[in-house]
């Protein structure tokens, strides 16, 4: 199982909090890449219900992460 950026994105929108069967049928349903569905399905399933992304990816980057001044636009 491997997480990228572009992978985890699709994932941005998803009805949170949700279980990973949730997340897989969202999957499916917003046309994610295979590999979305791929890791979500090699996640080990014990009925837990993930609140965010970060929860499934801990390393998912925020807005916080990148050095951004909003107010420059």
Do not use: C
């Not at 049928?25 to 791929?38: F, T």
């Not at 993930?50 to 499934?56: F, K, L, Q």
């Amino acid at each position: 199982m491997y997480w990228t950026l572009e992978l985890a994105s699709h994932l941005e929108d998803a009805p949170w909090p949700a279980t990973r069967d949730e997340l897989i049928d969202y999957a499916i349903r917003s046309g994610s890449p295979l590999e979305v569905i791929e890791n979500l399905q090699a996640m080990e399933d014990e009925g837990e219900t993930y609140e965010i992304i970060d929860d499934i990816w801990p390393d998912y980057p925020r807005k916080d992460d990148f050095l951004f001044n909003e107010d420059e636009y």
